[in-house]
């Protein structure tokens, strides 16, 4: 049975941090890309970051761009999202999903965690 399960959820502030992780069981780890997304209230789920198997390469959303950092360590089965210069538009539900795919697209995740709230106040 595969489980992600996010944590590191919270409340922030505005140009504030939080580090985010999302530890992976019942699945091979480094067979899966890795991604992050992103649900504010009354929005579509959105990309925020993603990164390859091997930790090598990483993709951005826009919105994440020179302010977030996805990493992974293989060893712990774990990926995590470093949140610098929150802004409240941060605000929302960041879910992990793990993908055989290289994908950013939301319907491509074969897996997903729960989520964690992260609230950003200005």
């Known amino acids: 049975q595969v489980q992600l399960v996010e944590s590191g959820g919270g409340l922030g502030q505005a140009g504030g941090s939080l580090r985010l992780s999302c530890a992976a069981s019942?699945?091979?780890?480094?067979?899966?890309?890795m991604g992050w997304f992103r649900q504010a209230p009354g929005k579509e789920r959105e990309f925020v970051a993603r990164?390859?198997?091997?930790?090598?390469?990483?993709y951005y959303a826009d919105s994440a761009k020179g302010r977030f950092t996805i990493s992974r360590d293989n060893a712990k089965n774990t990926v995590y999202l470093q949140m610098n210069s929150l802004k409240p538009e941060d605000t929302a539900v960041y879910y992990c999903?793990?993908?055989?795919?290289?994908?950013?697209?939301?319907?491509?995740?074969?897996?997903w965690g729960k989520g964690t709230l992260v609230t950003v106040s200005s």
């Open positions: 990164i390859s198997r091997s930790g090598g390469s990483t």
């Open positions: 999903a793990a993908s055989i795919v290289a994908s950013s697209d939301v319907k491509a995740m074969n897996y």
């Open positions: 019942g699945l091979t780890f480094s067979y899966y890309g």
